[in-house]
């Protein structure tokens, strides 16, 4: 395991029980059994490593779902993601840098939406599909922070079923609308 992994593996376990702005770096290459300075050698700062690990362990795996056959793959990746790393999660949610997920959350989406634009309607005006993108990537990020509010009080199949009823169809329309 390289050293990135090796930090990254030892925030989540301490995050299980410990909000992330509750750790320092100390605790955590403490915890992972490295110098200090190997942490700074990789990582700006704890922000920088959930960051890192986001993008590592499911951006890296939305990249393939953004076709319109694909969106609703990518939303159940999304999904089964915060339902597996729940305290991960509600950790980075719950912290005062809580915007960090919204934004995480938020380019997800965002890169969904505008890749199932450019699948549906290939010449679509750069600036449909950004209007398109920031309006459904910020509807799906709020709805998967209200999601976290409540401490996925909701199932994962049903918050899945709810977002495909309001969701599958209305990119075509909006399309359609802008013919």
Not at 51 to 71: M, T
Request: proline share 3%; net charge negative.
């Amino acid at each position: 395991m390289d050293t990135k992994q090796n930090l990254a593996q030892n925030l989540k376990l301490l995050m299980a029980t410990t909000p992330v702005d509750h750790i320092t770096v100390n605790q955590l290459t403490q915890q992972a059994n490295v110098a200090r300075n190997t942490f700074y050698y990789h990582f700006a700062d704890i922000n920088e490593l959930v960051a890192w690990i986001y993008n590592r362990e499911i951006v890296s795996q939305l990249a393939s779902c953004q076709k319109e056959q694909d969106w609703a793959k990518g939303l159940d990746l999304l999904l089964r993601y915060i339902e597996t790393n729940r305290h991960f999660c509600l950790n980075t949610f719950h912290s005062p840098n809580h915007d960090l997920l919204g934004r995480f959350l938020y380019r997800v989406a965002f890169n969904m939406v505008t890749g199932v634009v450019d699948d549906l309607q290939p010449d679509c005006p750069p600036t449909l599909r950004d209007e398109m993108a920031n309006f459904y990537g910020w509807v799906l990020a709020t709805q998967i922070i209200q999601w976290l509010v409540t401490n996925l009080q909701e199932s994962k199949v049903e918050f899945y079923q709810r977002m495909h009823r309001m969701l599958n169809g209305t990119l075509q329309q909006v399309l359609d609308n802008n013919r």
